[in-house]
């Protein structure tokens, strides 16, 4: 069994070092250190690789630099629509929220959906009335809200295009960023959690990868967990997370071989782009991208966080 290890990431996309100042790239490298340290943590306690994604993705939806939970993209009707997954890798239980707009944190609300139902995806006033039910209190969809995503839709309606939360010219503040956490723990359980905003100008009621089971998100003890993040029609075409773990079960790839013909053939040849993060039950760690940047970390038990957002 491999030693216990996190890996996250909060989104790729034209991100390049020419248009990041210092004080910006160190508020990105301080965000992911914290939450692979937090992740680090709850592992080398003894806890769950399920408790250290949910963790490591509660703190991303909490950070407003990234595209989930606070600063979230908006609709075009000027909305929030959130979308949210967990897995566990050792009971394949997964669960999921999609179009929530009055959950503070849909990655709790995913692991709700998971725990506490008998059911794996809850969308919208559903979702609301059964987290609402739990005892999670509902909030006001203007908790989301940032200035700077309400000029991103400003921008993006008056050029009427439809914009991945990491497309850097509509961006100038670069808050960039569906969010993701893998982990294995040291029991040899691996598990994987994804949340995002969607979007800049979609459409109400669309959905994307990050929600669905083997598209953004997917954990299996036997093989890989993975989290994705990017072109999220493309991910959901080609079933990108579960691709890369039927690529190690059936095709006997290895977790590099695997992660890089999904992302770097696959994805693109269908238009797409982003990447993945992903943990093999043997503690191998893959973090490719096929666009500029990804924000990314991953830390073993016992090591110092590794942080990158380049093309290395
Ligand atoms: N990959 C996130 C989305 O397309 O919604």
Do not use: W
């Amino acid at each position: 069994m491999g030693k216990a290890v996190i890996a996250i990431h909060g989104g790729a996309g034209a991100i390049n070092r020419a248009q990041m100042t210092p004080e910006q790239e160190q508020r990105y490298i301080a965000a992911l250190s914290a939450v692979v340290e937090a992740g680090q943590a709850i592992l080398a306690a003894g806890g769950s690789a399920l408790d250290a994604v949910t963790e490591a993705v509660r703190l991303l939806e909490e950070c407003p630099l990234f595209n989930a939970g606070k600063g979230a993209v908006f609709t075009h009707a000027g909305t929030h629509e959130l979308d949210a997954c967990v897995m566990d890798g050792y009971s394949l239980r997964a669960g999921a929220v999609a179009g929530v707009s009055r959950i503070e944190n849909p990655v709790l609300a995913a692991r709700l959906v998971m725990e506490h139902s008998p059911h794996v995806l809850l969308v919208g006033e559903g979702a609301h009335a059964f987290v609402a039910a739990q005892g999670m209190p509902l909030v006001d969809p203007t908790l989301f809200s940032t200035p700077e995503r309400r000029d991103q839709l400003e921008r993006a309606q008056a050029g009427d295009r439809v914009v991945l939360d990491h497309d850097a010219p509509l961006d100038p503040d670069r808050k960039f960023g569906t969010v993701g956490a893998v982990a294995l723990d040291v029991e040899g359980n691996l598990a994987a959690a994804t949340s995002t905003g969607g979007m800049t100008n979609k459409l109400p009621g669309r959905v994307g990868d990050t929600p669905l089971v083997g598209a953004g998100c997917y954990a299996n003890n036997a093989n890989v967990a993975v989290s994705c993040t990017g072109t999220g029609e493309v991910f959901m075409r080609t079933l990108a997370a579960y691709d890369i773990a039927a690529l190690m079960e059936y095709g006997g790839m290895s977790l590099q071989e695997a992660c890089a013909g999904v992302v770097m053939d696959k994805i693109p040849a269908l238009g797409g782009s982003g990447g993945v993060i992903a943990i093999d039950r043997e503690g191998n760690v893959a973090l490719p991208f096929n666009s500029e940047g990804m924000y990314r970390g991953y830390g073993y038990v016992g090591d110092a966080p590794n942080i990158g957002i380049y093309q290395e």
